[in-house]
């Protein structure tokens, strides 16, 4: 995927910084103290990064009703965090190689 039209270009730009910015949050959270950390927002916005970085993202797709809905409150852990997170950087990873270069250069 190269050579992109300059519309695309910032379109695709776009999505890429909205998935960082959720990423980022959830990195952030995770790094609270552990009595306090809100693991749902953390799940959420790992699951989050992935539904905005690709299409299939069955691991990980209960974190968006789970984690944000009272109604379906789940108790998730630090272990669910982690792993949330770690699952978020693999594929940000595997999703970052197949982009064009020039749509990460002001990411």
């Known amino acids: ?9 910032s379109w695709l730009q776009q999505w890429i910084q909205k998935a960082e910015n959720d990423l980022r ?11 306090v950390c809100p693991y749902d927002t953390v799940c959420f916005h790992a699951q989050h990064h992935l539904g905005v970085s690709v299409q299939d993202q069955d691991q990980l797709t209960e974190y968006a009703t789970v984690s944000r ?13 982690g792993w ?4 978020a950087h693999q ?7 197949r982009l064009p270069k ?3 250069q002001q990411i």
């Open 25 to 35: 949050n959830a990195e952030h959270t995770i790094k609270m103290n552990p009595e």
């Open 69 to 81: 809905y009272p109604e379906e409150v789940n108790t998730l852990t630090s272990k669910d965090a």
């Open 1 to 9: 995927m190269s050579g992109l039209p300059p519309d695309q270009l």
């Open 84 to 87: 949330a997170m770690a699952i």
């Open 102 to 104: 020039n749509a990460l």
């Open 91 to 97: 594929i940000r990873d595997a999703v970052r190689v």
